[in-house]
């Protein structure tokens, strides 16, 4: 049992003190209100319920990205992954979507993934934006690193924020070149892309926090595939 518990010492990934996500609340195009917030690690194993269903979507590349964030999320949990963290999106308790994403160190953030589970609404843009906000608002930072795995993204990310690739650097996920924000693209940017208002409504923020709740597998799906003329 002691032996166990001094190799977990070692095998458990050290963190550095990361400042909290202050929550905010977004009214989408539909007029529905998405609370933001950072998610703890003990929520994890209902956010993977969420998460799941993702992975076997062969549409958009949510299989890929599901299963990514699937992995990164239990990492997380299980402290194998240093200085992650997670942003949630909300919409009646109901987990509409997902970011993630680590501290390098002081300087460099890594963006992780985004997924949207509700769709239509720029959810993982919204989503997207918020997790800039954090690394340069809340974290600090001098840059946020970022890798795209989908048309989508790229259009989102890259194309929309003006992201500069980066010559001669990998980005954590493998994969394609790598880009980046930096403080200067990011206050250039806000205006346009960062939505939100804080404090939250105090019913809308406990509602949010009671409970996150997870919509049945067949309704994750029909909204990630459901779009009409298709
Ligand atoms: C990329 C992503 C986060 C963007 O989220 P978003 O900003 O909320 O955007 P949506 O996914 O709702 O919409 C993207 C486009 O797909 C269309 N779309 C496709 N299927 C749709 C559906 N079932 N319902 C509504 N819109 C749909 C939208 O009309 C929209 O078109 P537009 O770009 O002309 O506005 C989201 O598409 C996603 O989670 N994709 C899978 C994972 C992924 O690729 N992550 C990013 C990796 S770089």
């Known amino acids: 049992m002691a032996v166990d518990m001094?190799?977990?010492?070692?095998?458990?990934?050290?963190?550095?003190?990361?400042?909290?996500?202050?929550?905010?609340?977004?009214?989408?195009?539909?007029?529905?209100?998405?609370?933001?917030?950072?998610?703890?690690?003990?929520?994890?194993?209902?956010?993977?319920?969420?998460?799941?269903p993702t992975m076997e979507i062969d549409r958009d590349?949510?299989?890929?990205?599901?299963?990514r964030?699937?992995?990164?999320?239990?990492?997380w949990y299980k402290h194998r992954v240093?200085?992650?963290?997670?942003?949630?999106?909300?919409?009646?308790?109901?987990?509409?979507?997902?970011v993630n994403g680590r501290m390098v160190n002081k300087d460099i953030g890594m963006s992780y993934h985004t997924?949207?589970?509700?769709?239509?609404?720029?959810?993982?843009?919204?989503?997207?934006?918020?997790?800039?906000?954090?690394?340069?608002?809340?974290?600090?930072?001098?840059?946020v690193w970022i890798t795209a795995e989908s048309p989508i993204g790229f259009r989102r990310w890259m194309i929309e924020y003006g992201l500069l690739e980066q010559e001669g650097i990998?980005?954590?996920?493998?994969?394609?070149n790598s880009y980046k924000l930096t403080r200067e693209i990011y206050f250039e940017t806000k205006p346009r892309l960062v939505a939100g208002t804080r404090p939250v409504p105090k019913r809308l923020l406990e509602q949010a926090e009671k409970e996150i709740l997870?919509?049945?597998?067949?309704?994750i799906t029909e909204k990630i595939c459901g779009v009409k003329g298709r």
């Open 170 to 176: 990998q980005h954590e996920l493998g994969g394609a």
């Open 69 to 75: 964030l699937y992995a990164e999320l239990l990492g």
């Open 61 to 67: 590349f949510y299989d890929i990205v599901g299963a």
């Open 115 to 143: 997924l949207a589970l509700d769709r239509g609404l720029r959810v993982g843009s919204h989503l997207f934006a918020s997790k800039m906000e954090h690394h340069i608002e809340y974290l600090g930072q001098k840059e």
């Open 82 to 98: 240093r200085n992650e963290y997670c942003l949630i999106g909300q919409i009646d308790g109901y987990v509409v979507g997902i």
């Open 6 to 52: 001094e190799l977990e010492a070692v095998l458990r990934a050290p963190e550095i003190p990361q400042a909290k996500y202050p929550p905010k609340v977004i009214t989408l195009a539909n007029s529905k209100k998405m609370v933001v917030r950072e998610a703890e690690r003990r929520d994890v194993p209902i956010l993977l319920k969420a998460v799941k």
């Open 214 to 219: 997870v919509a049945d597998e067949e309704t």
